[in-house]
């Protein structure tokens, strides 16, 4: 989804007949190793299937980190390419993040500068160590430019382009408003399809609330996960119906813990097998309320304006955060909290709102600061060269 819309920046460039012409060669690492579901993303987005596929597959984080510089490595000796872009905060970002710095390739980050300021969360410290080597760091928002600043890093390494995932969601919106919520629900139900028609009618609800949760601090504790369970069913479901798009791992731990039959038997509960980007882009689209801990959620419900309950005590978004002009607030798992600002959210109602710079036209900024930058080095690096 982050890397869909720069693909078709190079491309359009390339098809314009402007200089310099961009060879570009895109690898998939396999971290997220359901082939099915990438398989899907490709398709759906719109962009040829990856060059090269690393095939990493699932491990431990130091698994995956290693065996991915493992195999990155060869793929850099053999390309020599000028560039490596990497984006967002996961394990390959890091990974491919420090096989280019030590090959001497010019690394670009987009999604530069997030911080959560939480040394617990994997990601932070992805994200630490990617724009500590990173020679272009692409900010999606302010903060995150001020972030790196208050670092120490030279502003001449930064660049403020906006968001590159509003690009693809501003590209997808117009399909995503083609299906129907109900064929999504049906297609997609865990349960038989009778027993969602018996259950709940969407056309004679007061809506219904767009439900997403697969972060460890939520799913990996049984009396956490347990408490967040039985307040969605007794206190949220009677009033609003939920649609839970179930990721796997949580998946896994309620049936570990003896908790899935009961949420499939709950009245208004209705569970979701994983869903394609266009699936969740509709059904956020008329969603009264979302109750997440991702963080692309809590940015694409400000651009929908939906009300969002992040199920996180940070976040590294602090832009989409209702005190910073957004939609979301920050509620934990703290159950007295999320019933608390439930109801203020869904007194509220929508309210769409676009940070500075979201405006579908990142992917666009990005390879227009790229071109600058690689010209800017390159100038530096010959100069370099006769001196010696």
Known sequence: M?????VK???????????????????????????????YFFRSLGISEPDINLEIGSGTHAEQVGQTMIAFEKVVREIQPDWVV???DVNATCACSITAKKENIW????????????????EEINRLVTDRLSDLLLTPDTISYNNLINEGVKDDKISFVGNIMIDTLDQHREISAQLNITEILKANHHSETRRLEGRISLSNSPGYALMTMHRPSNVDDQKI????????MEKVAPILPIIWPMHPRSEMRLKEFGIWNKLQEANNMIL???????????????????LTDSGGLQEECCIFGT??????WNTERPVTLRKNGGVSVLVGNDTEKIQKELHSALEAGRSPIRPELWDGHTAQRILTRLIQMHDHLSSVSDKTVHNL
């Not at 690394?107 to 994997?122: K, Y």
């Not at 979701?272 to 979302?290: F, Q, T, V």
């Not at 009300?307 to 996180?312: D, E, I, S």
């Open 2 to 6: 982050k890397i869909s819309p720069f």
């Open 9 to 39: 920046a190079i491309e359009n460039h390339n098809a314009s007949g402007s200089l310099p012409e961009i060879q570009h060669i895109l690898v998939h690492t396999g971290q997220h190793y359901d082939d099915n579901l990438s398989n």
């Open 86 to 88: 990497v984006v967002g």
């Open 107 to 122: 690394l670009a980050h987009i999604e530069a500068g997030l911080r959560s300021h939480d040394m617990h969360m994997p």
């Open 225 to 232: 996960l347990k408490s967040l369970t039985e307040f969605l």
């Open 272 to 290: 979701l097998k994983p869903i394609g980007y266009h699936e969740m882009i509709r059904l956020n689209s008329e969603a009264r309320i979302m």
């Open 307 to 312: 009300p969002c309950l992040t199920l996180r």
